[in-house]
């Protein structure tokens, strides 16, 4: 009977003991190994739950479970960095398999954990921390065996694309439409991270370092947040056929890779424009493959226990699916250069002339079609063109305009 | 080094060809098992090939590759019955690994090669059998050492998928759109299986079998191909917001389960119906995870290749993936029965007052909504009727038309 020891009791925490210990589903039954969470780490046991395990131990004290030899497997699903790190850290020393849905943890220490754990000769998965259920990680290393993977990008946030949603099919604006989210649980009390987008940022941070063999580093996103979309830009994209949605992209040129974190225009018409409410959808490009792409439920108890409790079955048995995983590439974030895309820009613009002369006076004149001058603000699209020059008109128009947004339009997404 | 014997050398086998001995993608420095193709089974060796290996032995002798006993594993990709069923026992017999894309075999014979394989200490794996690229047998696996699988559904057919989308995008008929389909290399010569749907009849019953646990048989799925669909189907559908897709699809209830193969409505602003071209979906729903959902090329050279190489790799590490499948259970087929959908019916009829007589005499009176009247063709949609009932309303129609054509519409379809 392998033995677990589960760090932290909240939502993926009480849906991993769901699985094991209460067999939901179909674990007890369809696995070779008997396993059992026998301790449970939480910050206060006399907090009131609603539910109280009494076929395993809850404890605070996190010394009393690494030193339990019968420890097989640390699941940790604490959330932030610390204390998680430091423990994770631990049990890895301790030889013992570490499966966990920390992101932010993951993120930050990939190249040092995964080396850490190969040290000790066991395993660390991290499928729960990104994309929830959706199985994304083992795709990718199971696709690298084969394909060298020049692209991932996706919709890897709940809470920004239930928001986008609503204020697409109810024409509604950002704040409003935030209030709503958080009433109905799918936006924090705080929702920073996931509005301004460090969510998506280490989720597709992660996701690169293991397609691109290359810790990707958050200091290298190009990232930008959803609330400067207005209703008066929703508006627009439908008028020219398209939605918005909120897009991490990491792309792998030569030994350059470049990650974003933006909002983007899609065409109504394509499949990643589609994708709802809490779901996330991943598409990656492998060279001999193709486009794949995944798509399922983020977030929420059930989604990321069942990738928790998949990790950990995996770290059950003898083969390690991650041991050629590695971050020895030298590949070098190269920014935005050299990309060329389609913008949309707004900015509000109180003096015409002097905002025409300011945008005209460019060596290069960017083309603007779809100009439209309407209540004090702008509205045009750019062709093709570079994402430095887009990065360089962004300042130009911050000269004369109090309010600019622009995020680039993609095509033929799938 | 482990030895391969290659049966067949069309598409798939070049492809496979090309990333295991000419080292096309990242199989050759991604894996620890170097493996190279040792033998390769022709029809003819004599045939003037376009490229003929140097580093390998080409036959038509399949006994001399299977008394080989330096071949660890045999991939067979010839297509059809016989003698491919024959070949694979054989190999399984001789306590040869086997991969294959032959969804012919596998559907009609997955228990007993099962089975073999078990008996004889070896795999039996084939990803390629179904969707290309996309890993939806592994997937399926995976999810089910967790969940209970209820439904898999999905467009599973590239050819099928490229006439649909061309009728809708460009309002032409299914004749004219076939024969494009044709030159272009997107439909055979004879594109029966595609556009009758054995093909994703035989795709749906391998999903369903590895998902309920039993060997899901052909006869009990309810087809009916896509070759009577009209362009006033097409407009009539755009009109309600919907558009055709051929959609497999599998359901278990209790213990029984359901599969059919059927053009289906689908919303235009649902995922599936934007999956277009010679691209596949699937999904499936799991009780613990929810729905998930895959893309991707459904066939090619590259993509099969891809999955059928994925799987050679599998066959090489010590654990059996596929260990804990069984076709043990003894769900039978419940038909379409205790089903309710949404239909959509078209009729061409002569004389209306006859329709209307014959219709309306029903005991149960289906209520008609969206009703037309055109060119002597009535349209109309139902409510929501137990399919056993619209098989009834079809069996009566028929009696006053020479030509009825019905197709259930979904809804929420992710």
Redesign the interface.
């Known amino acids: 009977m392998k033995q677990i020891a589960l760090l932290g009791f909240g939502t993926v925490g009480l849906g991993v003991y769901e699985?094991i210990n209460l067999k939901?589903?179909?674990?007890f039954s369809?696995?070779?190994a008997p396993a059992k969470v026998k301790w449970i780490l939480v910050r206060d046991i006399n907090k009131r739950r609603t539910y109280k395990p009494t076929d395993c131990t809850l404890t605070d004290n996190f010394q009393e479970i690494i030193n339990d030899d019968e420890v097989d497997i640390v699941i940790s699903a604490m959330g932030g960095m610390e204390p998680e790190y430091t423990y994770i850290k631990e049990a890895l020393k301790r030889k013992k398999h570490v499966v966990t849905a920390n992101k932010e943890v993951i993120c930050a220490h990939i190249d040092e954990l995964t080396n850490l754990a190969k040290e000790n000769g066991v395993k660390l998965y991290y499928e729960g921390a990104v994309g929830g259920?959706?199985?994304i990680i083992?795709?990718i290393i199971?696709t690298?065996?084969?394909?060298?993977i020049t692209k991932i990008q996706g919709i890897l946030n709940g809470t920004t694309n239930f928001i986008l949603t609503k204020m697409s099919k109810e024409k509604a604006d950002f704040a409003e439409v935030l209030k709503v989210a958080q009433e109905l649980g799918f936006a924090e009390a705080d929702p920073t991270a996931d509005i301004e987008g460090y969510d998506v940022m280490r989720k597709i941070c992660i996701l690169a370092s293991l397609a691109f063999h290359t810790h990707a580093k958050t200091e290298d996103v190009h990232l930008r947040g959803i609330s400067n979309i207005t209703l008066d830009d929703v508006n627009m994209a439908d008028s020219m056929g398209y939605d918005f949605k909120y897009i991490g992209q990491a792309l792998l040129k030569d030994d350059k890779y470049s990650i974003s974190v933006t909002p983007v225009l899609l065409p109504?018409?394509?499949?990643m424009?589609?994708?709802n409410q809490e779901?996330n959808v991943i598409m990656l490009y492998?060279?001999?493959?193709?486009?794949?792409?995944?798509?399922?439920?983020g977030a929420?108890k059930?989604?990321t226990?069942?990738a928790v409790?998949?990790d950990a079955?995996k770290a059950f048995?003898?083969?390690d699916t991650q041991k050629?995983i590695n971050f020895n590439e030298t590949a070098h974030s190269y920014g935005l250069s050299g990309i060329k895309n389609q913008y949309y820009i707004r900015a509000t613009v109180n003096n015409y002339e002097q905002f025409e002369s300011t945008i005209d006076c460019a060596a290069d004149t960017i083309k603007k079609n779809n100009l439209t001058y309407t209540n004090s603000k702008v509205f045009f699209t750019t062709e093709l063109i570079n994402s430095s020059d887009m990065l360089a008109l962004y300042e130009k128009l911050k000269t004369v305009s109090e309010d600019v947004f622009y995020a680039r339009m993609e095509h033929n997404l799938?």
């Open positions: 699985i939901r589903g179909a674990f369809s696995n070779d259920g959706i199985p083992s795709s199971e690298l065996k084969i394909n060298k109504k018409d394509s499949v424009c589609n994708v779901y492998g060279d001999i493959i193709g486009e794949l792409c995944f798509m399922g439920k929420g059930d989604a226990a069942n409790v998949s079955i048995t003898e083969e050629h799938l």
